[in-house]
């Protein structure tokens, strides 16, 4: 279904899989992939099968092809990942597959390309992000934190053949956290740290400079969109879908301008104190304990509550 004129895709996708209305409906394919010229995709894990609904990236140059993220579920029955990448590249396609970040909902069907001829697959881990980049491994400051002492200057580049993927690391939402920009789209991909929805901040000095970072790529590179991995916000300024949802009807697009990566560093600059802090089209979470996560914890389990006794 075409997407509204309210919530339009600027790259001319057409309207994302965003949920079932009700019980017993239909259940959409498990990955609903969308064309962006003849070598690059965007796929998107079905809302049944994860609420988190991840977006992956599939890049295709002269040479090789490059997967950004394997999504939230292992089971290649229930999503089945290598099947469509190898349907698209075929099963004999040199691969990459890289992450933006570690977390669970964006490495779990790693293990389907584990046997996969002609694919370099690079583990979620810090070190090995490193040094397949050929960094020098972080000072780490506990789980998930990363100090930008260390890597505020590093940049590397993915050479797939008549296209060039440039690589920075972007902690704060996560310490293996990394950005791409492709030369061939011009797309900034951004993981975790920005998208149309909750931006959670683990260590916010390293956010706060990849955000910087993030910005200088994309002027220096002259990015056309910044995309990231998933969508939370509704059309309403500042109102996100509660965590849990499976249903979203009416979400913004997926892509975002420079400009609204630049509202995103703005409105970082001002934040001081952990907490949560709502912009129109994403709400910034300082810091991750209770006392910044029990307002929208409980207003997601309300809601799946909701339901579970009464549908959508």
């Not at 099947?83 to 040199?94: A, N, R």
């Not at 996560?174 to 950005?179: D, L, Y």
């Not at 910087?212 to 991995?229: F, H, I, P, T």
Request: glycine residues 8%; hydrophobic residues 35%.
């Amino acid at each position: 279904m075409p997407a509204s004129d309210a919530q339009a895709s600027p790259l001319g996708f057409d309207r994302w899989e965003h949920g079932l209305p009700r019980r017993g409906s239909t259940p959409a394919a498990p990955i609903h992939v969308q064309a962006f010229g003849e070598d690059t995709w965007v796929l998107r894990q079905a809302k049944l099968v994860c609420y988190e609904a991840p977006f992956m990236y599939l890049l295709r140059g002269s040479d090789r092809s490059l997967l950004v993220d394997t999504g939230a579920v292992s089971d290649a029955r229930r999503f089945p990942l290598r099947l469509t990448v190898d349907e698209i590249i075929g099963k004999d396609g040199p691969l990459l597959v890289v992450h933006t970040h570690g977390h669970g909902d964006h490495v779990a069907a790693d293990r389907q390309f584990s046997d996969r001829a002609n694919t370099v697959l690079v583990n979620r881990d810090l070190p090995s992000v490193y040094e397949f980049f050929g960094w020098s491994s972080p000072t780490s400051q506990g789980p998930g934190a990363t100090t930008l002492t260390d890597v505020g200057s590093l940049k590397a580049s993915i050479e797939l053949g008549d296209r060039r993927i440039d690589v920075i690391p972007t902690p704060g939402h996560h310490a293996t956290s990394i950005s791409f920009s492709d030369s061939l789209t011009r797309w900034l991909l951004s993981g975790d740290t920005v998208y149309p929805g909750r931006l959670y901040v683990q260590d916010y000095p390293a956010f706060r400079v990849s955000l910087d970072r993030l910005v200088e790529l994309a002027e220096s590179n002259r990015a056309s969109y910044v995309l990231g991995c998933h969508v939370e916000m509704t059309s309403v300024p500042g109102r996100d879908y509660p965590i849990g949802c499976t249903y979203q009807p009416d979400e913004p697009p997926l892509e975002m301008s420079v400009e609204q990566l630049v509202a995103v560093r703005e409105a970082s600059r001002s934040i001081v104190v952990p907490g949560i802090y709502p912009s129109d089209d994403f709400i910034i979470y300082n810091g991750t304990g209770l006392g910044v996560a029990w307002r929208p914890a409980c207003r997601g389990l309300a809601h799946r509550t909701r339901e579970l006794l009464f549908g959508h």
